[in-house]
């Protein structure tokens, strides 16, 4: 039976576990995206970032040989990556937790518009994508993280709390507190 050509990430870690390199590859290409920008966004410094970013990647080459299957690969990954930024914020205490400054993409007025669009509704994109980010990095480190989670790698509740280490209810209440904040945040500009 020839090999599945679209394996699961599960699968692609426990082929990378028994010994196929390739199969980090893919997984690789399929997730530093995300990883990276949720590094970014969560601690605040490029820099910082990417030595983040390299550490998670080798916790997960340095696991490979116990690894299971016990939940989504994505959680496996997040939770990784939640408890190497645990422990820089522990190692760094007081540093700033989030920013979202253009670090990993382009800055906001570098966002090509929609073709035809006209410039007062240009002006007003432009203005509630510079309050939504702003509202993001005004949350809470905590829904924050939930929210960017969801965002970044569209993971579960379930997901989130097993990456955090929160109960699903705690994971809930983070992510419902979040998206009433930004919905709140984004109404009174629409009131403004």
Known sequence: MPPNPN????????????GDAAAFDVLY??????????????????GTAEELFQDVW?????????????????TYLYRVAHNRLIDH????????LASFDAADGPQLDEVPAARGADP????????QAQRLLQLIDELPAAQREAFLLQQESDMSI??????????????????RYAV?????????????
């Open 58 to 74: 080798m916790n997960l080459v340095r696991a490979r040989l116990t690894y299971t299957v016990q939940a989504k690969f994505t």
């Open 29 to 46: 290409g399929r997730h530093k995206g995300g990883v990276f920008r949720y590094l970014v966004r969560q601690c605040g410094n490029r």
């Open 7 to 18: 394996p699961s990430d599960e699968e692609l870690m426990e082929r990378y576990r028994d």
């Open 89 to 96: 914020y522990r190692a760094h205490a007081g540093g700033a």
């Open 120 to 127: 007062a509704v240009q002006a007003d994109v432009k203005q």
């Open 180 to 192: 009433v904040k930004l919905r709140e945040g984004m109404q009174h500009l629409e009131r403004a």
């Open 158 to 175: 379930e997901d989130i709390a097993q990456a955090t280490g929160v109960s699903r209810e705690t994971a809930k209440s983070r992510l």
